[in-house]
């Protein structure tokens, strides 16, 4: 009995289109939407925290007046010899502002004796490290392109340092690293003080890597009583730095998607609860034929069931293929930040089968139950009293 | 014709099983393909001042959340309009950026490889 109900409650949707598709497309375009939303997030989180295990375990930053400023590289030798501390690194970093690409370009510098990048490695994706002293660069994908460069090419900063050395070009990142390296120029140390005008006896900051990770905390009250004035930033700490800010942006987007979410509901709410005529008297000839209050009751819930369920398999597809098959348009900018030198890189999906189905019955498991009352409401119209109206 | 269209309803009933399943094995498959690049990844890092993602280079106080001072908003150049008015959220409207006088302000020079 129960699959000639369900058989019908099908021939029902079809026969009432408008109503079926206004109901399935409200919900797939929610579901989709809020889908979206969190694969991207979960995607970002799981990009920031991929390169994060390679990150110094402690990075010592000076502040003069509240504002970070650079360190004396002489305040390296106040933490080599604090215990389980394995190396201490004077780093040389700083932005460039160009304004003819509106944006910041980040420079870095090669630390001599790192491991080369090349392209077998597959950190590149042509040409080979910078030579120490040679004035050359590495740059993102992206960064070359805006630059217009090939390699060979030479490039001058105007508005870095006038100490700056013009630079070649010898080698650019990979674009699937994009999300790490669209701003980023990789030059040696001397390249990267005279572009950022860092005296020799300064640096933007001290890496300290330690042999057991596990006493940060022990270590970095160490450094802060020795170094006056330190900011010191744990590792283990911007995993949390990564949850809030993407957490916090998605709650941003989910926010002023709310109405549109919300009207969307509405619509539907509206068109499940509401009885038409040709539906009161195609439910009263029904009770007419013989159909009790549960037959109308199951037939009325297999409709909603089948609409739920078909939006809900939609709206995850949708949400899905928006974020990694086609690059989130629209939603990319939101979410992710904005910048002239933006990473195109596709992002990696970090959704399991808990948050799917998370979605999944969050949607259906309320539509169903609310179907319920108007469901009721169809199923105790008086047959007569329909027929005669 | 009546067991045609039970098979449609019950297709349309496992549907969200059926969807859930197939973005699991994709999300594997391109996770897996993005875990060859661990090492990659890994080797780039340690190049760079922060493990960072560069979504929002346009502003300093935004490129490196970690590092770097989220709160302290300021534009990057004199009377320029602020990059990130929404700290980041959204972008300006791009024809603010049309008043800004652009000045060449790198030179780049052709050379062989």
């Known amino acids: 009995m129960k699959r000639a109900l369900v058989v019908f409650a099908l021939g ?42 390679a990150q110094p375990d402690i990075v010592v930053q000076k502040m003069v007046g509240g504002r970070p400023t650079t360190i004396q590289a002489s305040e ?13 690194t004077s780093r040389v970093w700083g932005y460039v502002f160009v304004p003819a690409l509106q944006g910041n370009v980040t420079v870095a510098s090669a630390p001599a004796g790192a ?20 004035h050359e660069m590495i740059a ?3 960064l070359a392109k805006s630059f217009g460069m090939m390699l060979g090419d030479e490039l001058a900063l105007s508005d870095a340092s006038v100490h700056a050395h013009p630079l070649k070009l010898v080698g650019t990142f990979r674009s699937s690293l994009d999300l790490w390296t669209a701003d980023v120029l990789i030059v040696d140390e001397e390249d990267a003080r005279a572009l950022l005008d860092m005296p020799a006896d300064s640096a933007t900051d001290l890496a300290v890597s330690l042999a057991n990770p596990d006493e940060a905390r022990v270590v970095a009250q160490t450094i802060g009583e ?52 040709h539906e009161r008297k195609e439910i009263a000839v029904l009770k007419a034929v013989g159909w009790s209050t549960s ?17 809900t398999a939609l709206g995850l597809l949708a949400g899905y293929a928006w974020v990694f098959w086609f690059g989130a348009f629209g939603l990319r900018p939101a979410l992710v930040g904005w910048s002239v030198l933006y990473p195109h890189a596709a992002l990696t999906p970090a959704v399991d089968a808990a948050q799917l189905l998370g979605i999944g019955l969050s949607v259906l498991g309320p539509f169903v139950l609310l179907s319920i009352v108007p469901a009721w409401r169809a199923a105790t119209t008086d047959p007569l009293e329909s027929m005669r109206t | 014709m009546m067991s045609r269209n039970l098979l449609v309803a019950w297709l349309l009933v496992v549907s969200p ?34 493990s960072d993602l560069a979504l929002s280079g346009s502003a300093r106080w935004l490129r490196a959340v970690s590092l770097e001072e989220p709160g302290a908003a300021f534009a990057d150049g004199p ?3 602020d990059p990130d008015p929404a700290g980041g959220a959204m972008a300006p409207p791009s024809e603010v950026w049309a008043g800004v006088a652009r000045q060449a302000s790198f030179v780049v020079v052709k050379g062989s490889r």
């Open chain 1, 12 to 53: 029902a949707l079809a026969r009432h289109k408008a109503r079926s598709l206004a109901l399935g497309g409200g919900l797939v375009f929610a579901v989709a939407l809020v889908a979206a939303v969190m694969f991207l997030t979960e995607s970002l989180r799981a990009e920031a925290e991929r390169a994060h295990a």
């Open chain 1, 76 to 88: 390296r030798e106040k933490l080599t010899d604090i215990l389980s501390v394995r190396a201490v």
């Open chain 1, 115 to 134: 491991t080369a990048l090349s392209v077998a490695n597959g950190v590149l994706a042509e040409g080979r490290d910078v030579t120490q002293g040679a």
């Open chain 1, 140 to 142: 993102g994908a992206e």
């Open chain 1, 226 to 277: 020795r170094i006056a004035g330190a900011r010191i930033i744990e590792r283990d700490l911007l995993a949390r730095v990564y949850h809030l800010a993407y957490g916090r942006r998605a709650g941003l987007v989910l926010g002023a998607l709310i109405p549109a979410i919300l009207a969307l509901l509405v619509l539907a709410w509206d068109r499940a609860s509401g009885v038409g005529p």
């Open chain 1, 295 to 311: 037959d109308v009751l199951w037939a009325k819930l297999f409709e909603s069931v089948l609409v739920g369920a078909g939006a």
């Open chain 2, 17 to 50: 099983v059926f969807v859930i399943v197939g973005l699991l094995v994709d999300a594997r498959m391109r996770r897996a393909a993005r875990a060859e690049e661990a090492e990659s990844i890994a080797l780039l890092a340690c190049r760079l001042p922060t």
């Open chain 2, 79 to 81: 009377a320029t309009p």
